[in-house]
């Protein structure tokens, strides 16, 4: 085999690991199957968890987004078996089937993570300094009224008041 072929067959390894875990953290409801899933689990011949043990699974492991880590290694799996038998070794298997090992904790913890609360950021960017701060509007209000400028064009009267004056 020569350098290119090899180089050409490590990207479309790598093409496909990314593949296999961009679909599989996008399965909604979590640790069911979807459309794109599904179509994933068909394309490799990877049978799917039944469903006492996909039920009992959701319940142990608390996904908040992604597919069952079962059925990822399985699709881990049938990728190495595939350019296994286009490189003409077998050992890629076993060290797929390693580096599934290595990941799969990296895998349930995308796959759990769930925001603290909906104004995390919010709450983070209220506590940082002044400079470290997400760039922010302001609103021009009147100097009589204190009512906000409701549009930017034309002239600076107060559409409440009448007032001709605003304030930042």
Known sequence: MT????????????????????????????????DA???????????????????????????ARGALPEEVGAVVHAIAEKFAHEVGDQRLIQAALATWQQIEATYLKQATWRPKSMFAFAIASAKAPAWQRPPGGFVARCNECGGPR???????RCDFCGSGTLKT
Do not use: C, I, K
Request: hydrophobic letters at 40%.
């Open 3 to 34: 350098s290119t072929s090899d180089l050409h067959l490590l990207g479309r390894l790598s093409e496909e690991l990314s593949r296999l875990f961009d679909v599989a953290l996008l399965v909604e409801p979590p640790g069911m199957v979807n």
């Open 37 to 63: 899933w599904g179509r994933l689990l068909a394309e490799y011949n990877v049978q799917r968890v039944d469903g006492a043990t996909r039920n009992a699974r959701r319940a142990q492991l608390n996904l």
């Open 150 to 156: 409701l549009n930017v064009e034309g002239d600076l």
